[in-house]
């Protein structure tokens, strides 16, 4: 019989890294530590509990999220295992959605890195309390308060150690936990004295981790001012409120590998963070009032709960992982998807651990299960009760920065890949398919080459079917630059009915972004008006192919002022096609020229990367608009050709190692210079053959 928990008997906790600091390993040693598995994996053999997936064994990092439950101290603890490179950031972003504290690792030998910075920025944008656990203490060249130093400089002087390591590297063997001030070695926490190297730096470490809980506390800071002494059991719920309040954050040191300090992580969990039903009340909408409610996390209000990852699968189906906010979900049910304003027959309720489902007959509010085969139901999507309708917010997932354009390798893969790429899609919100209608082309936009990289395997090993990704093509368009004249006269006698149509137009350029338009002043019906719609297709059909590149014309009007007709010959046929050739014939004496998209940039990142940026944007022919300065970043507004700026999300993270942001959209079209007109030209004959 599988145990319920009520919302104040969990805690919804996060792992968040830098890429291959160790959270895998972490979660596994917790795992083991609260005896929920036997046997211990190691990334190594391919053995976790949370990589599961083919793909993150083979590359032995993380790319899903994953659900790991737990048990320590009679409290369920919802552990969330994310992926630490930035391609996979939508994963920590559904993590952090539904987590009420966040666990963030730092190596002891590399410190703080460029992903732990974003992390810890994630984890303030959610406001949630959070513990820090300074891993691989037995890694060489580790040293905790150099890591420390580092942590206080970058993350704030709040991260204040709850333990201290015994020995560092091969010497590591335990802990000084600096509440009880008494050490421990081993995964087993064996009790041993305090060593006097570190009796005076546990003394003055004990003493700020007491000054800094006891100012939650006006009682106990009384006490402590007055000089009285303070006991663990009153410093425990000081060391909570302040941890909650973000007032402080607990470094824990540790090694995963060997399961050190990880017990001391499990009690810190339970103890310093806040359960559901502590958290409070959490606000949803209601769709047809459009008010605000306020629902308490209990069994007895509402229903609501949040769709925050899905996974497609073609041997288990789609599974849709949800966290239960307010009231109890039952399995065998029926719901309200309040999003997309349907009705869902729920079958059986799952946890998941890793890839091992457990069967639960209902979850209650705060807890995290999974639904299997929902018809409607995807990422973001609130399901509640029928008799109350109710929305919660959604996630928020990074902009798609990076686009590729997407081929199948064979006839077989062309049918297949209209439905698996929407199916890929649904499970990564950050992932979007569009079709570029000037182009033709399938385009898949991602967060970065090793997002989009992730598609092309899993289409294969999930689906079966085998894709190639390349840059996109650029819409270039053409138009004129004078105004002219252009006939033509369609004429051919073959026996019979002969063929006569003859088209006399007027070319001239239009401003920048009016568009193409055709018009028409026949002056004494020398074309007939039945005529002039041929005369029309034949010309908008045209100028799809310009006579420059093949490229679509725009901002030139064309008029129609004369010709002439045949009373048996003449067809319509006979005038589209002259006023098709009396197109071609005008562009190519309307000096032709070239037009590429430009874009809108707004680049964001630290302010020591701008020269550095600017240089790269005026590489890539960019025009800088403007710098507003900003409290940590530099907001730099710019425009750039597109044909530049395909792989600018690749540029962006080398040159700001991982800092920089940016948003791109379309702004207008402008003249290629003509060195590059040149290549286009050249491509463009090559691609033909």
């Not at 552990?79 to 009420?100: C, N, Q």
């Not at 070695?185 to 041993?192: M, Q």
């Not at 990564?428 to 936009?445: K, Y």
């Not at 100028?543 to 009007?557: E, F, H, M, S, T």
Request: aromatic share 6%; net charge negative.
């Amino acid at each position: 019989m599988v145990t319920q928990y009520g919302p104040d008997k969990i805690r919804n906790v996060i792992l968040l890294s830098h890429y291959d600091v160790g959270k895998t390993t972490l979660a596994e040693s917790m795992l083991f530590t609260s005896r929920t598995i036997n046997r211990l994996g190691n990334v190594q053999s391919g053995t976790t509990t949370s990589d599961y997936d083919p793909l993150e064994i083979e590359r032995q990092m993380s790319v899903n999220l994953s659900l790991l439950p737990q048990v320590w101290k009679e409290t369920k603890i919802n552990l969330i295992d994310t992926p630490g490179y930035a391609d996979f950031t939508s994963e920590m972003k559904s993590g952090l959605r539904v987590s009420e504290g966040a666990i963030v690792l730092v190596c002891a030998a590399s410190g703080v890195e460029v992903g732990t910075e974003q992390v810890w920025d994630y984890v303030e944008e959610a406001n949630l309390p959070r513990l820090l656990f300074i891993n691989r203490m037995d890694k060489e060249n580790a040293n905790f308060f150099s890591t420390l130093e580092q942590i206080q400089a970058k993350l704030g002087t709040k991260c204040l150690p709850a333990t201290l390591p015994i020995g560092s590297q091969s010497d590591f063997e335990g802990f000084v936990d600096l509440l009880s001030m008494k050490g421990y070695a081993g995964a087993e926490l064996k009790e041993i004295d305090v060593p006097s190297s570190l009796s005076e730096q546990a003394t003055s470490y004990h003493e700020k981790l007491v000054e800094a809980a006891v100012e939650v506390d006006d009682e106990l800071l009384t006490k402590y001012l007055e000089g009285e002494e303070i006991s663990n059991d009153e410093i425990l719920p000081a060391i909570k409120k302040a941890t909650i309040s973000g007032k402080l954050v607990p470094v824990f040191a540790g090694a995963a590998l060997q399961s050190i300090g990880t017990k001391a992580l499990l009690d810190a969990i339970c103890d310093f963070f806040p359960s559901p039903e502590e958290h409070g009340a959490i606000t949803a909408v209601n769709p047809t009032t459009k008010e605000k409610e306020e629902l308490k996390p209990a069994i007895g209000e509402p229903l609501s709960s949040l769709v925050f990852k899905t996974t497609a699968d073609p041997y288990v189906g789609k599974l849709n992982y949800f966290r239960v906010y307010s009231g109890l979900l039952l399995g065998n049910s029926q719901v309200w998807n309040a999003s997309k304003k349907g009705m869902e027959r729920i079958g059986q309720l799952f946890t998941l651990r890793g890839k091992n489902q457990e069967p639960v007959p209902q979850l209650a509010a705060g807890d995290i299960g999974v639904l299997a085969r929902l018809s409607l139901t995807t990422t973001g999507d609130t399901l509640c009760s029928p008799e109350h309708h109710l929305i919660l917010d959604g996630i928020e997932f990074p902009q798609a920065n990076l686009t590729m354009a997407v081929q199948p390798q064979t006839k077989a893969d062309l049918d297949k890949m209209s439905t698996i790429l929407p199916r890929i899609c649904e499970e990564d919100p950050a992932l979007q398919i569009h079709r570029e209608q000037d182009t033709n082309e399938l385009l898949i936009s991602g967060i970065g080459d090793a997002h989009l990289e992730m598609v092309k395997e899993k289409a294969h090993r999930k689906f079966g079917v085998k894709l190639n990704l390349t840059p996109p093509k650029v819409p270039y368009k053409e138009t004129i630059t004078v105004a002219t004249k252009a006939e033509y006269k369609h004429r051919k006698q073959t026996g019979g009915h002969g063929q006569y149509g003859h088209v006399l137009l007027e070319l001239e350029p239009l401003p920048r972004g009016t568009g193409f338009e055709f018009t028409k002043k026949i002056v004494g019906g020398t074309i007939p008006k039945n005529y002039i719609p041929a005369v029309e297709k034949g010309v908008n059909e045209a100028r799809q192919q310009g006579v420059l590149a093949g490229y679509p014309v725009i901002d030139a009007k064309v008029t129609l002022y004369d010709g002439s007709f045949h009373p048996v010959d003449s067809s319509d046929i006979c005038f589209k096609i002259a006023g098709a050739q009396a197109l071609k014939n005008g562009l190519s004496e309307g000096q032709p020229i070239l037009l590429e998209p430009i874009m809108n940039l707004t680049v964001t990142a630290p302010e020591e990367f701008t020269g550095d940026l600017t240089g790269d944007l005026n590489s890539r022919r960019g025009r800088v608009l403007g710098i507003e300065p900003e409290v940590k970043n530099n907001t730099i507004q710019a425009q750039a050709p597109y044909s530049e700026l395909l792989d600018y999300a690749i540029g962006l993270r080398s040159i700001t190692q991982g800092r920089g942001n940016f948003t791109m959209e379309f702004s207008h079209y402008e003249e290629v210079p003509p060195h590059v007109t040149q290549k286009v030209i050249a491509q463009r004959k090559q691609e033909k053959g």
